[in-house]
């Protein structure tokens, strides 16, 4: 039945086996673990049943019993490999063993179990064997390897699979679906639960494994059958590859599996983790669970970190059988390399399973094989998965690079053969040739191996014939089918080269390679990297070789077999030449390597292949682009040769043909010759190209619409359309030049032109270009746009597609021209002309019009021109008309109707000309109102009735004419009112809107008491043509309120306030009845209503009752309690439209006497000894403290005072008349304790009290807080670490806080500088100061600091600190340097060794600098002044040599200049940012190098002569000078002379006729002296021969005797171009001069874009590289769990780490415990610190006790050296205490506490003893101080008190062993002699030990703050980074696409078409566009000119101060 899926095991306890105790069937436990499976939605029961000594049939009713079965239910029992529990397999169940109790047996298992297992060994064995066994692989990268052996697990697991055998390997390294992972999957036959239990023991290996738990069930190990190549996939061998592969690759491993018709999938989980966690809780390491589950159910996955396998475990259903191998926490390192080198890791495995996956034959690709029914069915499959990436997907088929597939397919012949060893032990072998064709070796490269290191002087040179092979081994090695790696096998015997009596060169045993295929019976290492002892085996003398004939053994004698076969090969596959007719010897510019250049053989002839070729035969190449058709000009091979050679290959020279097109000459390899092309076929070929030429242009008129030369059309005529055709020279049409193909050939463009010849010049109207189409020819469409007036010109012109040049071949291309002129018309339509708006309505304005032709061009208007004006808001009409030229002007227009504004309005006026073709415009014109002409006045009515107090409200307008409301400057509109005295008069502006409102405030007439007629008049005083307007006012008396009344009414008493009446009461007393009364203007009493009383406001009173008030009631008034001042009160009422009050003042009278009062007019503190200064005033008050009169000058005798310690003799009482007080004056006290006193008043029945506080007495000295018993001392350039305090005390001692004292400090001595902050201060208010000394600077010594104050200039006098100034051993003060002074410099080479050393203050060298703060500057020139030049060159200093000091910076191998010259060479330490330290200059001269050539001093031009008679056409040379120069063009020869011999020859090996110089001869010889020849009037024979047009080169060959050199001297050679007739000669000189000059422009464009092509380049590569770093450090953020949302901007990033960082600055500033000793050695690199600041402790009882313990110990400093003690011994006088760690002796010891032994405790200890050294927390230098710290305490232990203390030592010395001193939390010390108690004994408080203790370390929060800030700061320099250089690099690529740029790649390949032109037509040969200097990007710290190192291959350099010489290559420099 099948199995049941185990809950959890986890509280089972099943009963181990006891060792060394006999077993009987009947005492061995059995016990076995049943799951109820039964429920297909509910829980699985899980129990455990005994079965010792049961029967089947008493177990099947003991499950029934357990789990409640009736007789009637049907269950099964099974394993949970899903076999049924029978009578056979219950007596094989053992103790342990799991089962399934479910209904049937193929009952679906509802919820997953476990099952429970073990494996043996230990678990390190797991996971540190991958280590060793793979780091241990000869230091190559094994991370393949490892795969090899899941992908070796696979292949045996699908041995017997009968379709595809699949392999998947997976990398998910995509962080959304969790932390990287590896998958390898398989669709074997899987595993049960007893195989996977068999796979987790290590070294289980298969020949002893247990496929089933029953016996009935098991299979044996069967081998199989020998097989081809023993591809027998039996490679799972030993048990102990797949768990090293899983833990090397990671730290956690899940396999997977199900097998084949299995119902369930086993899940086993081995991981470092869980065997830590076991080891540590003292579990069994080694008893795990397997997970018994259904497919796809995936509900115990939970962790984040695997989310991935869901979807794995997903695709379980759909599989029958697999197993899924699943490796976690994937090493870093392994992640990189997965990623990185994906193609490498890949490449490799399809090497290892090459014949697996294709076949006995392997992976033959070559056309002519067909090996498809031997390819294997192993399909391998490997995925790389990342976030937001492609997958890169790779099936190890497809791999085509890997090396067998290499050694197969360049292969032509093959040897296979057969090794018998011993008995089965077989090896089949097979040979491969690899022949030499034509040029190359074809044996095959590892296109990935890293490459050999070449030697400095071989590193440019290119290897022409490689040595095939090599001394790499012939034979790689397969075990079982599948390649041992590290094993090979060189060579046997009999396939050695023999020297003697070899047939065949020795390199054809080089062109071989081979593979060896063993079967099992070979000992390979468990890894399956390395073979035991294969080599050894088979060059056994036993051993037996036989020979492998298709398929068939052959007994021969191998060694001649294989020597024939060689023989055969080499004779039949390799391809070589021979060269003949050698010319010489040339070199070779066109060849970039520096050292190919030369020597190279010429040769005339050669033999290939049975055929002979020659110089000056046809020939035409093959596989070239484009195809070459040609003449041979000569055969060049490599090397110094002289006659005929023989070699492998060559290269030829091609002129190609025909010239007139093509004009080049190409070198090719020789191997490039089509060897089947004939000399017809190349003849017609050139034929037919020189017919292609294009000839004429042939111009039709489709339309017939023709135009001819000279004609005159209107304006607008259409011109064409026409059509084009290019002619060649028979008669065809043609659209593209000829060429070598069709592609490649230039496309042939129609230019059309026209030419406007303009007033002011020629103007180009249009200007088209027109390409050849596939469904149409050169067609130019109709041209509508010729208006202008004047004369044309049309051109078509053909030209070049590429370059639009119209010059081919030195021939211009076909043209065509047209010339015709262009007229006005008639008038079409007319503009209006500016007119000046705005207008006002009824004034007159005139419209001008100007007419136009249909084109724009001004015409004259027709004589009958009646012009219509219309407008449908206005009334338009004008006066007239009048024509002017072609202007037509309508006069005298007036405008009338409504404008609504007075800002105007716009209207749109139809001007009409009837007869034109477009005879209507709109004018838009602005109308403002007319001049003012009425006044209108509202309201309008006769009589206007209004009550006294309102406002009449008058709305005035001014209109115009038509009635619109105008404005006009000061329009004034007045009105003035009559009927009445002091009636007010009004007026306003109505200038801006022409409207205006009068009386709109109230108008109030006084005393009325009856109606009254008012007049008003209304008018313009400005404008006398307005008319007044008048209008009548009726005011009658207001009903408003208008007075108010305010009374107190008692009974009948009735007391009425007047207003602003001052009344007198009692302080303190309620004014109660108050009233009120309202009246109106007629002297009538208005009714109090609610609305009224609502208004009624107090200002004594906030909340009121209202209806209170409506009965004319207000409320109390209370009377202020002090006598002072009157108080104001008001009672108001105001409405909307009035306003009434009325007031009253109250002056408060005092109560009766009721206590004393004193009023100090003096302050509240006075001090010690002195007179309190000012008076205290007594006086007597009644409750409310109001002074009253009880007091008088009778008084003073009866009154007293009295105080604690007052001294009364200064003590004066007296009356003060003015005031009426008594006076109490010169109160003093008596020296006592500082604080409050308190004065007692009294007289008769009253008493008062003063409190006075007493302080401190004027300063008079001051006092230094802690300071130092002994001088300080202090670091030059450092500060003091602790601030210095002062405090001011007056003459008793006390503190005296006087603000106004200045506190100073400053040195004693002139010597010492100081920078302390602040420089003075005044007393704070504790009368203390503080001064932080930030800087001391003085030479070494004894110093003194002096501290003063000062107040109302007088000084105080204050202590004085003494200091002690040591030297600072870090600060560099000089920069030595030392470098052999008698070197010579010669130009290019290297500079000698400059050793810069760094001199401390103290005089010693500084080594903790980084090298890179050391710079080497070097410029041309001496300098004056101190510093170098903007322009220096700035290099690095080199890594130190083993042999060198370390205490020095070297800079060697620095390139000297090109250019000879003295310069300067200056060093400077970049201390900080802006603070630099600089050497002295030292000056070298650089000398020229060895002569190597001769050469102009100056650039000359390329010379024109003819042989006339004429002496300036015939002169070569007026005069130039010429020098021996060394390589880099400087003068090299002031120690040479001879003679230069000037000879012609012809830059042409056919050219026979030479110039000759006048007197016929051959030859001119000129003097040299001192490497310098004067050059003058050299001149060629009249009527000389030569051939016209050709061009000669005139060489200068130096003749020195007796000098000798490694190379004879480069002669100088200047080409010239010869001509016949002086006409021709004259044309040529102008174009020479052309091309020199374009020639110099393109070195300057070629120049300059190489060098932004190159910095592209690298700024891709650090784009590439920042944004790797980016990724990194974003993945380390997350996994410290912070939020990358929030850092997507610099800003949001510098937000988290300002955070961050408050955060952390919040955490220091928090209290803790610190130490105060001052560390003033720290900053010396040789001192650790002293000993209190070394280490920190977080208990503080702890802290307590270790600081008094080691209390002369805590300021002693430690020292890395016994000369840095010695050093701060001898600075100190011998008063510090020092510790030099190196003469320290510490054993480091583990060894347990003293009560432990043998890992047992000896008794049971109190007081949780520990030792000391382990409450230690050692911030930095951990090992160091672990030292310091085990010499100081040793064992030393601390336990919690006393008792414990003496308990412990008893039970330790009662154990016979030795106890350390004892240490107590609460202070106390039990020496290691057993003595405690007394005082020396006993710490006392922490207070008490002043800060010598040790600090407290911060939370640890801090720490991971620190460390997180960290991160974020370096993401944020990346990211910043990363962004600045992807804007440099869009900014480059912009500027690179940027229309200068691309004007200036257009303008280089004219410039290019162009040269070539003039080259053709001057018949020189073409210059290649390569030819120009490559100019490097020059990195920053290493300017152009002074390069740093040599150059590497392919790099240039120029020279110091020049740029690059045109045509000569910069060389690559060697020692």
């Not at 390491?285 to 796809?296: A, C, E, S, T, V």
């Not at 759909?318 to 926490?329: E, I, K, L, Y």
Request: proline fraction near 6%; hydrophobic fraction near 35%.
């Amino acid at each position: 039945m099948a199995d049941c899926s185990i809950l959890n095991t986890g509280n089972v306890s099943l009963v181990p086996f006891e060792k060394n105790v006999a077993q009987t069937p009947n005492t061995i436990p059995r016990k076995v673990v049943v799951f109820d499976c039964r429920l297909e939605n509910g829980d699985a029961i899980e129990k455990v049943l005994d079965i010792q000594g049961m029967e089947f049939s008493e177990f099947l009713r003991t499950v029934k019993k357990e789990f409640s079965i009736s007789s009637k239910e049907r269950f099964v029992l099974l394993t949970t490999d899903r076999r049924e529990i029978n009578v056979e397999r219950f007596e094989e169940l053992k103790d342990g063993n799991t089962l399934h109790l479910l209904q049937s047996i193929d009952q679906a298992l509802s919820v997953s179990t476990k099952e429970r297992i073990q494996f043996l060994p230990h678990y390190d064995t797991l996971i540190k064997s991958g280590m060793y066994e793979y780091y241990a692989s000869e230091g190559q990268k094994s991370l393949p390897y490892a795969f090899a052996e899941l992908i070796d697990n696979a292949l045996s697991a699908t041995s017997n699979n009968d379709g595809v055998r699949k392999i998947d390997i997976r990398l998910m390294f995509d962080e959304s679906q969790g932390k990287p992972a590896v998958v390898v999957l398989d669709n074997g036959s899987g595993m049960t639960s007893k195989q996977l239990n068999n796979w987790a023991v290590y070294r289980l290996s298969k020949f002893t494994r247990e496929s089933s738990e029953f016996e009935s069930d098991h299979m044996g190990y069967v081998r199989p059958a020998p097989v081809p190549r023993s591809l027998n996939s039996d490679i799972s061998y030993f048990g102990v590859g797949g768990k090293q592969a899983v833990f090397y690759i990671g730290q956690s491993t899940r396999m997977i599996t199900k097998p084949a018709g299995a119902m369930d999938v086993h899940e086993l989980l081995l991981s470092k983790e869980e065997f830590e966690k076991k080891e540590k809780n003292k579990e069994d390491i080694y008893k795990g669970f397997i997970l018994n589950r259904m497919p796809g159910d995936s509900s115990h996955i939970t962790h984040e970190d695997e989310r991935f396998l869901h979807n794995l475990i997903a695709e379980e259903v759909a599989q029958d059988h697999f197993t899924a191998v699943v490796v976690t926490g994937v090493q870093p390192e392994h992640v990189a390399f997965l990623r990185a080198d994906f193609h490498l890791w890949t490449r490799e495995l399809a090497h290892v399973y090459h014949y697996y996956v294709h076949g006995i034959h392997g992976n033959d690709m070559r056309p002519s094989k067909d090996n498809t029914d031997t390819k294997g069915n192993i399909d391998i499959q490997i995925s790389l998965f990342e976030r937001l990436k492609v997958p890169r997907l790779v099936n190890v088929r497809e791999i085509s690079n890997d090396m067998q597939t290499l050694y197969i397919n360049s292969s032509v012949d093959v040897f296979e053969f057969k090794a018998q060893v011993e008995e089965e032990g077989t090896v089949e072998g097979i040979l491969r040739y690899h022949p030499f064709l034509y040029d190359k070796e074809t044996y095959p490269e590892d296109p990935y191996a890293i490459p050999s290191l070449p030697q400095e002087d071989e590193e440019d040179c290119v290897i022409i014939n490689q040595e095939g092979r090599g001394k790499k081994p012939i034979f790689e090695c397969f075990w079982n089918g599948r390649l041992i790696p590290y094993t090979t096998v060189a060579e046997f015997d009999w396939c050695t080269w023999a020297k003697k009596s070899a047939p065949v060169p020795a390199e054809c045993y080089n062109r071989i390679s081979g593979a060896l295929f063993t079967n099992d019976k070979f000992q390979v290492s468990t890894n399956k990297l390395t073979f035991m002892d294969l080599e050894l085996r088979l060059k056994d003398k036993g051993t037996i070789f036989t020979r492998v004939v298709n398929g068939q053994e052959q007994r021969v004698k191998i060694h001649k077999e294989f020597t024939q076969w060689l023989k055969d090969c080499h004779e039949k596959w390799d391809k070589q030449i021979k060269f003949s007719g050698f010319k010489g010897s040339m070199t070779r510019t066109d060849v970039t390597t520096k050292k190919m250049q030369t020597p190279w053989a010429m040769f005339t002839s050669i033999q290939w292949d049975g055929k002979t070729y020659k110089a000056g035969q046809y020939v035409k190449s093959m596989k070239t682009h484009p195809i070459l058709f040609g003449t041979i000009v000569q055969f060049l091979l490599y090397g110094d040769h002289e006659d005929d050679v023989h070699s492998t290959g060559g290269q030829v020279q091609v002129a190609m043909e025909p010239k007139a097109i093509f004009g080049d000459v190409r070198t090719i390899p020789i191997s490039k010759i089509d060897r089947g092309a004939t000399l017809t076929t190349i003849r017609k070929f050139i034929d037919d190209e020189l017919t292609k030429l294009p000839d004429m242009l042939k111009v039709t008129w489709p339309e017939g619409n023709q135009w001819n030369p000279k004609e005159v059309h209107p304006a607008g005529t259409v011109f064409g359309p026409i059509h084009v055709a290019i002619l060649n020279r028979k008669g065809e049409t043609m659209t593209r030049m000829p060429g070598p193909n069709h592609s490649s050939s230039k496309k042939l463009l129609i230019e059309l032109k026209v030419i406007w010849q303009s007033p002011t010049g020629d103007v180009e109207t249009n200007s088209h270009i027109c390409q050849h189409g596939g469904k149409w020819a050169y067609w130019f469409k109709t041209m509508e746009n010729l208006s202008k007036l004047g004369k044309y010109t049309l051109y078509l012109q053909t030209v070049l597609n590429e370059s639009n040049a119209n010059v081919c071949a030195g021939e211009k291309l076909p043209s065509w021209k047209l010339e015709f002129s262009i007229c006005e018309g008639c008038p079409e339509r007319f503009v209006v002309g500016a007119v000046c708006t705005p207008f006002r309505v009824c004034e007159p304005f005139d419209i001008s019009l100007e007419l136009l032709d249909g084109f724009g061009n001004p015409t004259q208007p027709p004589a009958d021109l009646t012009p219509v004006l219309e407008c449908s808001a206005l009334e338009i009409s004008f006066e007239g008309s009048k024509a002017s030229g072609t202007t037509f002007t309508i006069k005298g227009v007036r405008a009338k109707g409504p404008v609504k504004t007075c800002l105007g309005k716009a209207f749109c006026v139809k001007i009409t000309l009837p007869g034109l073709k477009r005879n209507c415009q709109t004018l838009k014109i602005s109308l403002l109102p007319g001049r003012p002409h009425s006044l209108r006045v509202e309201p309008d009515s006769g009589e206007i009735s209004l009550e006294n107090g309102t406002a009449p409200k008058f709305q005035v307008e001014v209109h115009d004419e038509a009635g619109n409301i105008t404005t006009c400057p000061k329009l004034i509109v007045q009105c003035q009112l009559q009927g009445a005295p002091n009636l007010p008069m009004e007026a306003v502006d109505c200038s801006n809107t022409g409207t205006g409102l009068l009386f709109d405030k109230p108008l109030y007439i006084k005393n009325i008491q009856k109606d009254q007629v008012i007049k008003a008049k209304f008018d313009v005083p400005s404008l006398k043509n307005i008319d007044v307007v008048e209008r009548t006012l009726k005011v009658s008396p207001s009903h408003s309120v208008a007075r108010l009344e305010i009374f107190s009414q008692e009974d009948d008493d009735v007391m009425i306030f007047g207003d602003k009446e001052n009344v007198g009461w009692t302080a303190g007393d309620v004014l109660e009845n108050l009233c009120y009364r309202l009246f109106d203007e007629g002297k009538r009493n208005v009714p109090i209503t609610a609305s009224i009383a609502e208004k009624i406001k107090v200002n004594w009173r906030a909340d009121m009752n209202v209806e209170d008030l409506q009965q004319g009631k207000l409320p109390d008034l209370l009377i202020p309690n002090l006598v002072k001042d009157e108080h104001f009160y008001q009672v108001s009422f105001q409405d909307e439209n009035v306003s009434v009050e009325c007031s009253f003042t109250i002056t408060p009278r005092p109560d009766e006497p009721k206590r004393m009062k004193a009023t100090l007019k003096c302050g509240t503190s006075v001090k010690m000894g002195e007179v309190l200064p000012g008076e205290i005033y007594l006086e007597v008050v009644d409750q409310y403290g109001n002074k009253t009169q009880t007091l008088t000058s009778a008084c003073v005798s009866s009154f007293g005072v009295s105080a604690d310690g007052l001294d009364k003799s200064s003590l004066n009482i007296s009356w003060q008349e003015g005031t009426e007080v008594i006076v109490v004056q010169g109160v003093k006290f008596l020296a006592g304790a500082l604080g409050s006193r308190e004065l007692c008043f009294a007289w008769r029945d009253f008493v008062e009290y003063a409190r006075i506080t007493v302080t401190p007495g004027p300063p008079v000295k001051l006092q230094l807080l802690d300071g130092p018993e002994e001088a300080l001392q202090v670091i030059n350039g450092k500060g003091v670490e602790r601030p210095f305090t002062v405090v001011l005390q007056d003459e008793w001692g006390n503190p005296a806080p006087e603000q106004r004292v200045i506190i100073s400090l400053k040195p004693s001595g002139t010597e010492l500088k100081m920078k302390h902050s602040p420089t003075s201060q005044p007393a704070d208010a504790e009368g203390k100061a503080s001064f932080t000394v930030c800087q001391v600077t003085a030479p070494k010594g004894e110093y003194g600091i002096e501290f003063k104050a000062s107040v109302n200039k007088k000084g105080i006098p204050g202590p004085v600190v003494k200091l002690k100034v040591l030297p600072d051993p870090n600060k560099p003060v000089k920069l030595s340097v030392s470098y052999d002074t008698n070197s010579v410099f010669p130009a290019g080479g290297f500079l000698t060794v400059f050793a810069v050393t760094v001199v401390a203050e103290g005089g010693g060298a500084i080594t903790n600098l980084s090298p890179a703060s050391i710079s080497m500057l070097m410029w041309k020139g001496v300098s004056s002044g101190p510093r170098p030049p903007p322009g220096a060159a700035t290099l690095k200093c080199s890594k130190p040599k083993d042999t060198e000091k370390h205490d020095c910076f070297y800079f060697r191998d620095k390139i000297i200049p090109d250019r000879v010259g003295k310069y300067t060479i200056q060093f400077v330490l970049c201390i900080e940012k802006n603070k630099c330290l600089w050497s002295n200059q030292y000056i070298i001269n650089v000398l020229a190098s060895n002569p190597v050539k001769l050469m102009a001093d100056s650039q000359t031009e390329t010379p024109l002569v003819s042989n006339i008679q004429a002496v300036a056409s015939r002169t070569l040379i007026d005069s130039l000078c010429l020098k021996i120069m060394d390589e880099y063009d400087n003068p090299a020869g002031s120690d040479l002379d001879g003679k230069v011999v000037v000879s012609i020859k012809s830059s042409d090996s056919s050219e026979k006729e030479l110039p000759l110089f006048e007197g016929k001869s051959k030859t001119v010889q000129l003097a040299l002296s001192k490497g310098i020849a004067k050059i003058t009037n050299i001149i060629i024979m009249e009527n000389c021969p030569g051939t016209d047009g050709t061009e000669y080169i005139l060489h200068f060959k130096p003749l020195i005797p007796g000098f000798k050199s490694e190379k004879a001297l480069r002669p100088f050679e200047l080409p010239f171009l010869f001509y016949n007739d002086s006409k021709n000669q004259q044309q040529m000189a102008a174009l020479t001069k052309k091309k020199d000059r374009l020639s110099q422009s393109l070195v300057v464009y070629r120049s300059l874009f190489e060098t932004n092509n190159q910095l592209i380049s690298e700024l891709k590569d650090q784009l590439q590289d920042a944004t790797n770093k980016e990724a990194l450090l974003k993945s380390d953020i997350r996994k410290s769990h912070m939020n990358m949302t929030q850092l997507g901007t610099m800003e949001e990033i510098d937000a988290v780490i300002k955070e961050k960082t408050t955060e952390q600055e919040r955490i220091q500033r928090q209290p803790r415990r610190t130490c105060t000793i001052p560390d003033i050695f720290k900053s010396n690199p040789d001192v650790l610190g002293k000993v209190a600041h070394l280490a920190v402790v977080k208990d503080d009882d702890a802290a307590k006790v270790i600081s008094w313990h080691l209390s002369g110990d805590m300021d002693c400093v430690v020292t890395l050296t016994t000369a840095a003690a010695r050093q701060i011994y001898d600075d100190t006088q011998g008063r510090q205490q020092v510790m030099p760690l190196d003469s320290v002796f510490w054993r480091s010891s583990n060894r347990p506490l003293p009560h432990i032994r043998n890992g047992l405790s000896s008794f049971a200890p109190v007081g949780n003893p520990i030792f000391v050294r382990d409450l230690l927390i050692f911030p930095e230098h951990t090992d160091s101080c672990r030292i310091v710290f085990g010499n100081l305490l040793g064992d030393t232990i601390l336990v919690d008190n006393l008792d414990a203390a003496n308990h412990y030592r008893k039970g330790v010395v009662q154990n016979k062993m030795q106890c350390p001193t004892l240490l107590t939390r609460q202070g106390e010390r039990v020496r290691s002699n057993g003595k405690f108690g007394g005082l020396q004994n006993k710490a006392p408080s922490i207070e008490k030990l002043r800060g010598q203790v040790f600090g407290a370390p911060f939370a640890e929060q801090y720490y991971t703050l620190l460390k997180e800030v960290e991160l974020l700061q370096q993401y944020r320099v990346a990211s910043s980074k990363c962004r600045q250089v992807r804007e440099d690099y869009e900014v480059h690529l912009d500027y690179m696409k940027s229309p200068e740029m691309v004007e200036k790649q257009d303008e280089m390949r004219t410039q290019e078409v162009q040269l070539k032109d003039l080259e053709c037509k001057l018949g020189m040969t073409p210059t290649r566009s390569g030819s120009a200097v490559k100019r490097p990007i020059v990195e920053s710290g290493e300017p152009s000119g002074i390069p740093s190192k040599r150059a590497r291959r392919g790099e240039r350099a120029s020279p110091l101060g020049s740029t690059a010489t045109p045509g000569r290559v910069t060389r690559n420099r060697t020692p």
